[in-house]
């Protein structure tokens, strides 16, 4: 039996091919998070997919956020299954049971908590070693502490909570638990590509919250030489639960391995990132059954990267899938029967184009669009994000460095296309951990600015400096695109409203008429800058500045980012 988790940011993740993508992932259960589906969005290519049985859960909300799903190969269909870890959301017909106890927490508590689409649960039959056991997968996307909201550090704690309640309470029913999915906290220092970054990293409620809820894994194997003796004692001493992470039971002291990394910043190429993305299972069921269990930083298509786990049972199907099964939705039931549905060559194109328009880029944007944009447009994705027709790509070839990659204007025209490859750049800059603002490179911002430059609305308008060439698409949306488009070059019109836009439709002309400024170089690598706007609001709102075209990695790696940081002279 062999299972994965992933969080996709975003279904498109997987393109226009959703078989071949978990084909290629090879598991019997596929678990993926931030799929960005709700109820509205979700279709049948998504829904039914051949040789697979789905489950998913929904933010009940706002379209397009957050979000899990859990793949099921026919041959592992479960015999229960359920959406969201307080029951509130089953009609128990089929359901898996055993919710914990909810004393602590409100009815209203517990309605919000699930209230995000963030848990799915699945029960499955295994054969171990000729004995019929359960095992129940809780497939979950864990709430990132927005550092701006501090509400949403407590809803994280009391979403922790409630997981633990409902884990351990399946778990003493007897059935073994795994949980997997974005856990949205790095465990230890290991974990993380700096923690001397983080103040306090140990008193991180988050990670209190995980050394309660694991178990080292190795403190019975009286034997076991692998580790050094004083590894040994720290974490027997402050793992108390029954839960063990099943990566770092196979992988003791392995350093660098991450499975987030910021995609603006281009940390993955320096590897600078968390591993926040786990398997755990309880204690014996990691030790008796468990084989294997790894990363797959090769896998590229979303700022996380998948893991898996290979266990020796194996699985039992059941013959009916239960109620929550996506194909019995009204709106595909029956309509899965028919082979033409899986034969009908689908327009890759507006396949695309449509998943464009409805599905917006992240969590983090969503939020920020919300405040910024009423309508809502869609955002284009970069097209590193997705993965092609042939889903899972090796990490053949490095990938361009980010904010770098555009090439240079032939035309006029070319000024008026949106700068695609930046926008995927943008994601999630915190997504580097759930508290983390680190950006230690570029103290001339506050945190909470930079994180905001980098974090979400940035895309908007962002400019790019790229050595001879200048990119100033005013807006990266379809709206704005669609703007430009129709009123063509009529100045009035091209200069926005906001001062934001009126910089950067001044930048423009002025590199229309009289070529783009040249950028600073950097003072270490003496490389051409990258141009960035401050997006907060502020004083500093709209201002622009340069800093190192660089990915963003340790302080101590000079491949990475250096520590230039200048303001656009506003004078010129
Ligand atoms: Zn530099």
Redesign the pocket.
């Known amino acids: 039996m062999e299972i994965v988790t992933w969080n996709i940011n975003g279904i498109r993740t997987f393109g226009g091919g959703i078989k071949n993508a978990l084909d290629s992932l090879g598991a019997d259960i596929i678990c993926v998070q931030e799929t960005k589906v709700t109820r509205d969005l979700l279709d049948e290519r998504t829904a039914v997919v051949e040789g697979y049985n789905s489950y998913f859960s929904y933010s009940r909300g706002r379209s397009g956020y957050s979000g899990v799903a859990t793949y099921c190969k026919d041959s592992a269909t479960p015999f229960a299954a359920e959406e969201g870890l307080t029951g509130l959301l089953t009609n128990h017909e089929g359901a898996v049971g055993c919710y914990g106890d909810h004393t602590e927490f409100s009815s209203e508590e517990l309605q919000l908590l699930d209230s995000e689409g963030r848990a799915v649960i699945t029960q499955h039959r295994i054969m171990c070693q000729d004995k019929e056991q359960t095992v129940t997968v809780i497939n979950v996307y864990c709430p990132r502490a927005d550092p701006e909201k501090p509400e949403r550090k407590q809803f994280k704690l009391q979403f922790y909570k409630l997981l633990q309640s409902r884990a351990e309470s399946v778990l003493k029913d007897g059935s073994h638990v795994i949980v997997l999915g974005d856990v949205n906290t790095s465990h230890r220092p290991i974990d993380h590509c700096d923690p001397s970054d983080n103040d306090d990293f140990s008193e991180n409620p988050g990670r209190k919250w995980l050394n309660g809820f694991l178990h080292s894994g190795r403190e019975e194997e009286d034997d076991d030489d692998d580790e050094p003796d004083e590894e040994s004692e720290v974490t027997d001493t402050i793992h108390s639960g029954i839960f063990v992470d099943t990566f770092r039971f196979f992988h003791p002291t392995r350093t660098n391995a991450f499975t987030c990394w910021s995609t603006l910043t281009g940390a993955r190429q320096t590897n600078y990132g968390t591993r926040i993305d786990y398997i755990l299972a309880d204690c014996q069921l990691a030790k008796e059954q468990f084989v294997a269990a790894d990363i797959m930083p090769e896998v590229e298509g979303s700022d996380h990267c998948p893991v898996w786990g290979k266990l020796s049972c194996s699985l039992l199907p059941s013959s009916k899938a239960p109620p929550l099964c996506t194909r019995y939705l009204p709106q595909f039931a029956g309509k899965q029967q028919k082979l033409s549905r899986f034969l009908v060559k689908v327009d890759q194109k507006s396949v695309q184009s449509e998943q464009k328009e409805v599905l917006p880029a992240s969590q983090e944007e969503e939020e920020r669009r919300e405040n910024l944009n009423p309508h809502g447009a869609g955002n284009v994705p970069g097209k590193k994000r997705l993965l092609t027709s042939h889903s899972v790509v090796p990490k053949g070839k490095k990938p361009k460095t980010g904010n770098t990659s555009s090439k240079p204007q032939g035309s006029l025209l070319s000024f008026f296309k949106p700068k695609q490859a930046n926008v995927g750049q943008c994601e999630k800059e915190t997504g580097l951990d759930e508290d983390a603002s680190s950006h230690s490179s570029q103290k001339a911002l506050s945190a909470g600015e930079m994180s905001s430059v980098t974090d979400t609305g940035n895309r908007d308008t962002e400019l790019v400096l790229d050595g001879s060439s200048q990119l100033c698409s005013g807006s990266t949306t379809a709206e704005t695109d669609k703007r430009v488009k129709t009123k063509h070059l009529s100045s009035q019109s091209a200069v926005g409203h906001s001062e934001a836009k009126k910089g950067a439709s001044l930048v423009f002309w002025k590199s229309v008429l009289h070529g783009p400024p040249p950028p600073p170089s ?4 003496g ?1 051409p800058c990258v141009l960035r706007t401050v997006k907060k609001e502020g004083p500093n709102m709209g201002k622009q500045f340069f800093v ?3 990915p963003q990695g340790h302080a101590s790696n000079p491949e990475a ?2 520590n ?1 940081f200048a303001w656009v002279d506003k004078g010129k």
């Open positions: 950097c003072k270490v690598h490389e190192c075209a660089r980012r250096c230039f």
